[in-house]
């Protein structure tokens, strides 16, 4: 968005000093000049949007460099305040027959002028708009410089038929109005309201206002006033949520042992959100392709966040996927019985403890092999008084696998068979059945 430009005059470089700054941290850019002369000279070589002058400097005064610009036919238009320290009526009155829009008397408040600037840049625009409109011309600028709001009171205020085009994030949309009543609104897949109180959330992109007749249909019953008050709430109510939150670029993704804990109190009306949780969307484009309207999506998201059901990952980056991508195929997934809750073969088997893991798999010793030390972990040495580690041990046959391990792993997925009693687990780590037992001791 390109800052608006200022040009800012006064005699005095500690005032002018103080009122550069000030304005720059509004938002401002901002030229100084140091006297009439100079004025002319930078204007000459860059229009300003706005002058602001002091009234008494050596050469030519604040009065003569008014009557001069607004002599100008490119700069007949160019708003302009008078800063002074005389306080009388006639040096107002001298000022205002100059064509000045506003005077402003020493001592000045940052706050004031800072305000005073936004109204007059605001009222410029909206003339520019109305001279364009009149000579069929399309009107566009930035929403930094014009808001939405503003906007929409001016097609309201002049009871204008047209349409409004804007770029917002990106996405096209669109707004109608007919006699000045706004009857429709559009933003990517969304309609109507959710689509209007969406925009009015946006504060950079551009916009285009094309006047005249349309043949969109009346969508939106409430009235213009109606649908700014309740948008207004809306914002403030974003903004209370989004504080209790983590920026709007966070990505998160769910927490699948909490919700399967959980799962008996969501709603089904929630699955597609949850489907949305993929660890790549940010937030906001999480909300952006939510099915609810923004403040339903941002509530559902806050009550996940807060009761642990999704967590963050990061900052939104491509990366690989670790979880289905179906999450209503996980959720219909239950326990199975009979035969089907067999272990499947070792392949399938070491493949699925080694995603659970995350660590490479070891691969199955050949029948008839004898078991290295490295591959038995240090708590199942064998106790005092049975065979040392490094004694021979029968091999596992060909296709068998340690349920133990992926029970450890996953608990909740590898239960016992149906008819059949889960091992109760042992306070003393033990080696595995598949080891075999050791070798008695001699006498």
Known sequence: MAKQHLLLVDGDPKSLRVMEVSLKKAGFSVTTAVSGDDALQKVAISSPDLVISDTKMTGIDGYELCRRLKEDERFKNLPFIFLTAQKSVEHKLKGLELGVEDYLTKPIYIKEIVARVKILLSKREKERMERERKEGKAFSGNLGDMGVVDL??????????????????????????????LIDAELGRLKGENAFYRLLNANEGTFELEFGPHDRDDRLQMSTQGLLMEGMRRIDEWGRMLEQLPPLSTVFEI???????????????????????????????????????????????SKLFFEGLIREVGESKPHRETKPKDIEQWLLAGPKSGKESEPAPAEAAQHVAQEAAGSPGVEEPPAGAAVQEAAQPAQWSAPEGQAPADAPVEAPAAGAVDTGSLEAAHPAQWAAPEGESPAEPSTQPEAPAALGSAPPQEA
């Open 255 to 301: 927490d699948y042992q909490q919700l399967a804990e959980r799962l008996a109190e969501i709603p089904d009306e929630i699955n597609g959100l949850l489907r949305l949780f993929d660890g790549q969307r940010s937030l906001e484009a999480l909300i952006d392709d939510s099915d609810f309207d923004d403040l339903a999506a941002l509530g559902i998201v």
């Open 152 to 181: 929409v009171q001016t097609f309201e205020m002049g009871r204008k038929t047209g349409t409004m085009r804007l770029k917002v994030g990106g996405k096209d949309a669109r707004v109608f109005f007919r006699d000045g009543k």
